[in-house]
C-alpha cells in the first residue's frame, strides 16, 4: 500500500484552534470575531470558521507570532 506524505491543512480553522495557537481562550477569540478583529463565518450549526488567510492578516495586524504552523501536531501540542 502507498504511503500518503503529504499532510492535509484546512482551508478553514475553528475557533479552537486559533485559542490553543495564540495560547487564549476560546471566548477571546469569539470576542475578536464579535468586535470584527478577526473575520469569520458561521455555520448553520451556529459554529465559526476563520480562513486561513484572514487569519494570518489577523497575526500579521497585531503583531502576534506568526511562527506557529497551522497544522496539528501529534505529541508536541499536548
Known amino acids: 500500500m502507498a504511503r500518503i506524505t503529504e499532510q492535509w491543512t484546512p482551508e478553514y480553522l475553528s475557533v479552537?484552534?486559533?485559542a490553543r495557537r495564540c495560547c487564549v481562550s476560546n471566548s477571546t477569540v469569539l470576542r475578536w470575531i464579535s468586535t470584527k478583529q478577526l473575520s469569520a463565518f458561521r455555520l448553520p450549526g451556529g459554529h465559526f470558521r476563520i480562513g486561513r488567510t484572514d487569519f494570518s492578516?489577523?497575526?500579521e495586524k497585531f503583531?502576534?507570532?506568526p511562527d506557529n504552523q497551522l497544522?496539528?501536531?501529534h505529541s508536541s501540542d499536548r
Open 16 to 18: 479552537g484552534l486559533i
Open 57 to 59: 492578516d489577523f497575526l
Open 71 to 73: 497544522t496539528e501536531k
Open 63 to 65: 503583531h502576534m507570532s
